[in-house]
């Protein structure tokens, strides 16, 4: 046996002896497959005899998806990353139990080896040692956490899989059985019951920032959102994420609805938000004596010092839960004088907004400056307050909103992208239509298709959330024509041509908003004042004075949902072509236009037939190229069955997971309202769908529609928002409207 096999393993030798006569032609296969790809004598020997050992004690498939890895991590990577992989391999397949955990294995490899190949080694040079203290099973959890948290960054990888990042080793820590989120999801479940009387669905997050960037609790109704780990907590992890926890529950039994943005300044929603936090804490601490002393020992500040605006907010918050603590600033003096003056008032939250609009016009005059971009909210117990605010409202402008959101929402860096909402079984009041249910992952083999998963739905009637209510399937798609690309062309070359020159202009994205500029735009007013100071200080003035931008950086992600409904398969007026047709079409223009511009785009077919077989094809997904077979996919197409659109919107939340844009769009093409076999009410699939929306706009996901007809129009615009729909009369005109719909949506 070749040296850097691990001796304890049988030899390859003898177990070649014993493999059948189907598995010697796969292992020669395979084995060709990696001796003629060029890798090198040292690769080929060693995984000829390591293929051996796969083969024989995990079968087939693992073998093929061993060799795949290899090959990809050789690509990726380099020839000596491929070599350490079939090392690792060999020293780690004693350790491995089933067949399920080395592929397992082996999907986590390959996830690394295409976002960050340069991690590999420092993953297997550590792997051995870590899987003795851990066993391979919780080892691969903690890897899985790894790649997750170092997705599109190398370093943060290189410092989590070397043990120097605090989040390695707090998961670490939890997996070697000292703690782990599970154990700890029941305790302030119960905690939380028996405080506030309200059964949290808790969901544990990854940040996917920088590790600079301090994690920070979000919640959206009875989900609450904790980070994967708080750095720098020291043996208070455990009573950090009880006392966040908490803190979240008295917002959800305390709080009253979301704040309208409205004109504010990123300044005044963080005046307002830490008001806002005192006011549930006090009315919490009210109703369960002791809670305030826990929050307020986590309130560590300094009552003197520079008075930056962290600094202020910080001595505010700490003011605010401890009447004995003394600051010098008149500003926090002011504070908290008229937060506890207005103690009567404390019920009622527009008290957290008049003082925190008084207070933050009194900052502004201060000349205080405040940067958006690097404030977190401190101490780390409490949530990042984007639970609190009204970030997106349907009646805006679009252009508008964006300029906006850039203004506004700088300071959500800790917003995490992924995460997903459960119903709890043990209460069924759903009080608020942004409360969803738990995606369920699931792959079970049926005759016809995949269960993939299980959905709720959303009972208008009753206000509640069915839970596992919906079956989704998954098929294959229907391979059609393969001449599918060519024909396009053929029949829409000019359309096509000018959709690509009008989508490649667009100069879409977000500026950032630049100060302090030698030349710009206009005057940065903050930079002339100190100017003007200055000068009759007879001081040398900073001639620095502009306000500038940045080009608009692309960063946009699109689901695009084709109904398939058998509505879809009547012909069109004095036409032999269908509606589903020219949805083909259409699909297959925005898709080139967007390909263009290399941003994501995922399509996915879909209908129903009753609740237990909602059937979805997904045509392209998101890291896949415009090939051939998405050709294929498109034209194949078939109209079908109904149009139950709920469960569809909420599964394409979960598609997003792994991509990473600022901005991600889902877009529904429909000739019809949500309709089913089992349902008679017009209105229940309605109401459900509008729920599902809500879903993705709790994902920071944008759902729009285009509507087919007018009878399509009406009840998308109940669904989506007028805002977000647009209704096609002439249905011959889709394939040139779909892509400027694409640029009205992103721009």
Not at 304 to 329: E, H, Q, Y
Request: hydrophobic share 35%; net charge neutral; proline share 3%.
């Amino acid at each position: 046996m070749n040296d850097n096999l691990d001796p304890n393993t049988e030899s390859s030798a003898d177990i070649k002896i014993r493999l059948n006569q189907s598995q010697i032609i796969l292992w020669d296969i395979c084995n060709d497959r990696i001796k003629n790809a060029g890798y090198g004598s040292r690769i080929s020997n060693l995984y000829s005899e390591l293929s051996i050992l796969v083969l024989h004690y995990f079968g087939n498939e693992c073998l093929q998806s061993f060799t795949s890895s290899l090959s990809l991590v050789a690509i990726k990577g380099s020839k000596s990353d491929a070599f350490l992989l079939c090392q690792a391999t060999a020293l780690l397949i004693n350790s491995i139990p089933s067949k399920n955990d080395f592929n397992d294995f082996h999907e986590i490899v390959l996830e690394l080896a295409r976002k960050n190949p340069a991690n590999l080694r420092t993953l297997f040079d550590r792997g051995p040692n870590i899987i003795k203290q851990l066993g391979f099973q919780r080892w691969l959890v903690w890897v899985e956490s790894g790649v997750k948290l170092s997705v599109n960054d190398s370093l943060r990888g290189e410092k989590f899989f070397s043990l120097q990042s605090q989040e390695s080793k707090q998961i670490l820590y939890r997996q070697a059985g000292n703690f782990t989120f599970q154990l700890l999801e029941r305790q302030l479940r119960l905690e939380t019951r028996a405080l506030f009387g309200v059964t949290p669905i808790l969901r544990e997050i990854y940040d996917d920032k920088r590790e600079v960037v301090k994690h920070r609790s979000s919640f959206s109704g009875k989900l609450f959102m904790l980070p994967s780990a708080y750095a720098n907590s020291g043996n208070r992890e455990v009573d950090t994420y009880r006392a966040a926890s908490f803190h979240l529950a008295a917002h959800y039994v305390y709080g009253g609805g979301r704040f309208e943005i409205e004109k504010l300044k990123p300044m005044q929603i963080a005046i307002i938000s830490i008001i806002e936090d005192a006011r549930v804490e006090w009315l919490a601490s009210a109703k369960v004596p002791g809670l305030r002393n826990f929050w307020k020992s986590f309130h560590s500040v300094s009552p003197d010092g520079i008075a930056t605006a962290p600094s202020l907010l910080t001595r505010l918050s700490r003011a605010l839960i401890d009447p004995d603590f003394n600051c010098s600033d008149a500003w926090v003096q002011k504070g908290k004088k008229m937060f506890f003056q207005a103690r009567e008032s404390w019920s009622d939250p527009r008290v957290s907004r008049l003082i925190g609009n008084l207070l933050g016009h009194d900052l502004g005059q201060l000349r205080v400056q405040f940067n958006a971009k690097d404030y977190v909210v401190n101490p780390n117990y409490k949530d990042d307050n984007l639970g609190l605010w009204d970030f997106e409202q349907d009646e805006m402008d679009m252009s508008n909103q964006n300029e906006l959101m850039v203004e506004t929402t700088e300071f959500k860096q800790n917003k995490s992208k992924n995460g997903e909402t459960q119903k709890n079984k043990e209460d069924d009041n759903v009080p608020e239509d942004n409360e969803t249910g738990k995606l369920k992952t699931a792959r079970i083999e049926e005759d016809n298709g995949v269960l993939v998963t299980k959905l709720p739905e959303y009972d208008y009637q009753r206000r509640v959330l069915r839970e596992d209510w919906i079956s989704v399937y998954e098929f294959k798609p229907i391979n059609g024509t393969t001449n599918y690309w060519q024909v396009l062309e053929e029949n829409y070359s000019s359309l096509i041509r000018r959709t690509e020159k009008l989508v490649g202009a667009m100069a879409m994205g977000q500026k950032l908003r630049l100060k302090k500029q030698a030349e710009g735009e206009k005057l940065d007013v903050d930079a002339t004042i100190e100017a003007a100071i200055s000068y009759r200080a007879k001081k040398i003035p900073d001639t620095n004075i502009y306000e500038g931008s940045t080009p608009p950086q692309r960063s946009i992600a699109i689901h695009l949902l084709v109904d398939t409904s058998a509505s879809t398969g009547q012909k069109i007026t004095s036409s032999d072509r269908t509606i589903l047709d020219l949805e083909k079409d259409a699909t297959g223009i925005l898709m080139k236009a967007v390909d263009k511009l290399e941003d994501p785009i995922a399509v996915t077919s879909f209908c129903s037939i009753g609740k237990d077989q909602v059937r979805i094809q997904r045509i392209k997904y998101f890291n896949e190229s415009l090939n051939l077979l998405a050709g294929m996919n498109i034209s194949g197409m078939q109209s079908q069955y109904s149009t139950r659109m709920g469960p569809v919107i909420r599964y394409t939340g979960e598609s997003f997971k792994n991509v990473h844009a600022l901005r991600k769009l889902v877009l529904i093409i429909t000739d019809g309202e949500p309709s089913d076999i089992d349902v008679s009410d017009k209105e229940y699939l309605v109401h459900d769908a509008k729920h599902a929306v809500n879903y993705l706009k709790n994902l920071q996901i944008d759902a729009f529609c285009v509507a087919l007809g007018n009878q399509a129009g009406e009840r998308a615009n109940e669904i989506f928002g007028k805002s977000r729909c647009v209704t096609i009369n002439n249905i011959d005109n889709l394939p040139d409207q779909l892509a400027k719909i694409y640029l009205r949506m992103t721009s």
